[in-house]
């Protein structure tokens, strides 16, 4: 009998071999049927990873201003933001805290940036329940005083002509979902619009002058605007360690930026991110005040590595005093700020001031306020 249970069990695991081949034969033809084109566009990808770990393209992004953070709270702490939750300026560092969102919440803010430029920011959210949290972005780039310009002109004196001044601007626009998966781990996207018009829409076109082959010199004119798409994606984990997170963010991943000549892309960044309240991770009590320790570490496709840490004491959750300093950074440094709370009828506000200290020999110090009203 045991013989024959042993040659029947031969028998069918020949009989299942024998199909299972023609099977695994078909199924593999059709996977690879259907991984080829999307391998064949995962190609960019691969090679923007790869960008990103050998600093090929090291000084060379399209739209800079997109990897600028926003809101004199998470400034004042250094940019070291990818922890922070329950925020709407989070939708400018890593858009899963926004899932953290009570009700509703809306922030505006204006940094006085480098030469005389401004950076103007709003982000708002509103809690949908169980259906998660639905945020949107905005900023905008203001260059300051209009702009003298010339061109290549061999008729003129001096091989130049006056042409006006230019007006350059740029903005981006940002739908944002997030929403908690569990009690302790969340996530969150947002699809960007980026655009930039680099001569202001007066008029005036880029005028690319090159040497002819038979010799002598030609101009081509050519518009300097471009409208981009862009994503942002962010984790936020809760590793039950006495309040300690741990965030991901995945920023500025989108098509490339084509100009006359060269192509650009996005400053895509990888970010990796910690928050904490250090007298819980130390397990003391302190009735009435917290210090929040933040450090982020950045990955960036056109830079080396930078690092940023802050902190964040809080009084009642009335009154706030903050600092923080970046690593590696060219023109940035020790950053510092304050803030205040103040109930409403409705809710409340928070009004905040960041300053951030840069190169004496080559910009002014930097001024960002804020106001945060939640409802």
Same mark, same amino acid.
């Given at each position: 009998m045991? *013989?024959?249970?042993?040659?029947?069990?031969?028998?069918?695991?020949?009989? $299942?071999?024998?199909?299972?081949?023609?099977? $695994? *034969?078909?199924?593999?033809?059709?996977?690879?049927? *259907?991984? %080829?084109?999307?391998?064949?566009?995962?190609?960019?990808? *691969?090679?923007?990873?790869?960008?990103?770990?050998?600093?090929?393209?090291? %000084?060379?992004?399209?739209?800079?201003?997109?990897?600028?953070?926003?809101?004199?709270?998470?400034?004042?702490?250094?940019?070291?933001?990818?922890?922070?939750? %329950?925020?709407p300026a989070t939708l400018f560092y890593n858009p899963a805290g926004l899932a953290y969102v009570n009700g509703r919440s809306v922030m505006v803010s204006n940094m006085d940036w480098l030469i005389d430029t401004q950076i103007m920011a709003a982000a708002a959210a509103v809690n949908l329940g169980s259906l998660g949290v639905l945020g949107a972005s905005f900023m905008y780039y203001d260059y300051g005083d209009p702009i003298p310009a010339t061109e290549i002109d061999a008729g003129k004196l001096g091989g130049y002509g006056d042409i006006g001044t230019i007006e350059p601007s740029q903005y981006m626009v940002g739908l944002a979902y997030a929403r908690q998966i569990s009690d302790r781990f969340a996530i969150g996207g947002q699809v960007k619009i980026a655009h930039e018009d680099l001569l202001g829409g007066t008029g005036v076109k880029t005028r690319i002058a090159y040497q002819l082959p038979g010799g002598g010199w030609k101009q081509d004119a050519h518009d300097a605007k471009r409208t981009v798409f862009a994503l942002d994606f962010g984790t936020s984990y809760d590793t039950g360690f006495r309040g300690l997170i741990l965030a991901?963010?995945?920023?500025?991943?989108?098509?490339?930026?084509?100009?006359?000549?060269?192509?650009?892309?996005?400053?895509?960044?990888?970010?990796?991110?910690?928050? $904490?309240?250090?007298?819980?991770?130390l397990n003391m009590e302190m009735n009435g005040q917290k210090v929040l320790i933040t450090g982020d570490y950045l990955h960036p496709r056109d830079w080396s590595e930078r690092a940023q840490v802050g902190m964040e004491y809080a009084f009642r959750d009335l009154f706030f005093v903050r600092a923080g300093y970046k690593f590696n950074y060219s023109s940035e440094g020790l950053c510092a700020g304050m803030g205040v709370k103040v109930p409403l009828g409705f809710g409340d506000a928070r009004i905040d001031y960041a300053y951030k200290h840069t190169s004496d020999t080559l910009f002014d110090a930097v001024h960002v306020y804020s106001l945060n009203i939640s409802f």
């Open positions: 045991a *013989v024959l249970a042993v040659g029947m069990w031969a028998n069918l695991r020949r009989t $299942a071999m024998k199909r299972a081949i023609p099977i $695994a *034969v078909i199924l593999m033809g059709l996977m690879l049927g *259907v991984a %080829g084109p999307v391998m064949a566009q995962k190609l960019k990808i *691969v090679q923007m990873i790869d960008d990103l770990a050998n600093w090929k393209r090291a %000084g060379q992004a399209a739209m800079p201003f997109l990897r600028l953070g926003a809101g004199a709270r998470s400034m004042g702490m250094a940019d070291a933001a990818l922890g922070l939750r %329950g925020d991901f963010a995945f920023r500025n991943f989108g098509q490339e930026v084509k100009y006359e000549r060269e192509s650009y892309d996005l400053p895509l960044s990888i970010q990796f991110g910690v928050s $904490a309240e250090l007298f819980r991770l």
